[in-house]
């Protein structure tokens, strides 16, 4: 069993600030079978927070590339870091979170961290608070205690890792409600009410709504930079689209055993394919006009089936949306709305694209340029691996 | 009394030639003979392949194809259909 690895993030930078002293930075190995994170918070804001805070991660993100021992590569980090002429101090937090292995059932990870508010670890809707090991940094000229923490842990499906700068904790701070700011202890609170209401929820709409939250308490004027990253490990969530039906008849059953038997969420885009279907395993096909707004043709429902479409229109307008990066929060309301959040939804995308041609569509006189099937599932194969990283199959029936 | 099935083909050749348009039919309809309706929109059933005689949009009126279908012709199919079942 491979796991499925979130990772996101969140940030909203210092009010009036165009350029940010927290840096976020994500790398995955060509395998996808290691994941290396680092969120940094650089002295300050602004430009010089930002050097310090993109020196930090970058060197973060190599070590931690490298073979060389986490705790090893935070103490040479410290070491490099330029220091700070008034306050003596080179002084750049950060947290650095590696996964390997992750084509095993259970995710092996890393995490180093330096001064930034502790990670926090979600498992079965409660905190786990894992062994941290205490290493206590002795620097020349450093103008307090540091230490980093470094923690090894074993995720499995579930799980999530929530991290985040001192821009979420110290929310609010001052203000009447929260002299103090929001807190960690608030924080956590926060976050396990998001994860109760929607057990499902992203990375990115978790660390997303944690750092709404935060600006909201800033009174929507961030007073430093507010970061939150967001890592959830889970089962792949895998869809089929069939669409078109397969080059002769005496395939129509292999087609049909596809859908069916595919482990996951279920498209069929195209009258023609899902009438074959409703054939052959005896389901009722019915139109329906609850989404439909005028604009593109409408969906049908039937059992077994989560989305049930018209082919070339619906699938060429998918291919403009994804094409233009639209996000789930934008959808139009219709079939291809439908259909873009399935697609959106799923980490792994298996296309069945039947190579019948279909005559309605070679007559001339029809007053519009429909593009094949093979090239307009091509363009929405590559906006989804672009675009989105996901992962896709290509099979022609 | 039955009411007279209106179905809407909403394949893809139908769409493009206009059937999207002709759903929302009933409001086109007299109020008189609108209770007697009933629209359905239905998938491709192969007809629009052969443009010589079942030009999409394909559109049935009480089991009767109509090619080429707009607003006028389904009105009429409709009217004609009440007349035949001594409705008015
Ligand atoms: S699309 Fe209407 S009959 Fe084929």
């Known amino acids: 069993m491979s796991y499925f690895i979130e990772v996101d993030y969140s940030q909203y930078f210092k009010d009036g600030q165009s350029i940010g002293g927290d840096v976020f930075l994500l790398s995955r190995g060509e395998e996808r079978d290691r994941i290396i994170c680092t969120l940094s ?112 842990l074993e995720l ?26 929001w807190r960690e202890g608030n924080v956590k609170e926060y976050i396990l009410d998001l994860v109760e209401n929607r057990p499902d929820i992203s990375a990115y709409e978790l660390a997303s709504a944690v750092t709404a939250k935060a600006r909201a308490l800033d009174i929507y004027k961030a007073k430093d930079d507010i970061t939150c990253a ?14 078109g039906p ?27 394919t899902a009438q074959i279907y409703s054939r052959i395993e005896g389901k009722k096909l019915q139109v329906s006009l609850s989404d439909f707004d005028g604009d593109l043709p409408p969906c ?40 873009l959040k399935l697609l959106l939804e799923s980490d792994r995308v298996r296309f069945l694209v039947g190579t019948k041609i279909n005559d309605a569509h070679q007559d001339p ?26 992962e896709t199959e290509l099979e022609f029936i | 009394m039955e009411k007279i099935i209106v179905e809407i083909c909403t394949g893809t050749a139908c769409f493009v030639m206009g059937s999207g348009k002709l759903l ?17 929109p239905v998938l491709c059933c192969g007809l629009c392949r052969d443009w010589t005689n079942s030009k999409p949009p394909v559109v049935s009126v009480a ?10 012709k389904i009105i009429k199919a409709v009217m004609a259909a009440l007349e035949g079942g001594n409705l008015c």
């Open chain 1, 41 to 152: 918070d650089g002295l300050g804001s602004g430009v010089k927070a930002n050097v310090l805070a993109n020196l930090t991660a970058h060197m973060a993100q190599k070590y931690a590339a490298s073979s060389i021992d986490m705790v090893k590569s935070a103490e040479i980090i410290m070491n490099t870091l330029p220091v700070c002429r008034e306050r003596k101090i080179s002084y750049s937090t950060f947290t650095i979170l590696r996964m390997e292995n992750l084509k095993e059932d259970k995710v092996r990870t890393s995490i180093v961290e330096y001064d930034n508010p502790g990670f926090l670890l979600l498992r079965g809707g409660a905190y786990v608070h894992p062994e941290k090991q205490r290493q206590e940094l002795k620097r020349p000229g450093a103008f307090k205690d540091e230490n980093l923490f470094h923690t090894e």
């Open chain 1, 156 to 181: 499995e499906a579930g799980d999530r890792i929530v991290f985040f700068t001192d821009g979420i904790t110290q929310a609010g701070l001052g203000t009447k409600p929260l002299p103090l700011g």
């Open chain 2, 63 to 72: 089991g009767k194809m109509i090619a080429g279908a707009d607003e006028e």
């Open chain 1, 230 to 243: 967001s890592v959830y490990i889970r089962k792949p969530r895998r869809l089929i689209v069939s669409t």
């Open chain 2, 24 to 40: 929302s039919i009933e409001e086109s309809l007299p109020a008189n003979i609108r209770d007697y309706v009933e629209v359905q």
């Open chain 1, 246 to 272: 397969p080059i002769d008849e005496s395939r129509d059953e292999r087609l049909v055993a596809a859908i069916r038997d595919f482990d996951g969420r279920k498209v069929i885009a195209g009258g023609t």
């Open chain 1, 365 to 390: 006189s029809i007053p519009f340029e429909i593009g094949i099937r093979r090239s307009i599932i091509g363009r929405i194969i590559k906006a989804l691996e672009e675009n989105y990283l996901k």
């Open chain 1, 300 to 339: 049908a429902a039937m059992a077994g089936i989560d989305l049930v479409s018209e082919g070339m229109l619906t699938l060429n307008r998918i291919a403009e949306h994804l094409e233009t990066r639209i996000s789930l929060h934008e959808l139009p309301h219709n079939s291809a709305g439908r259909f």
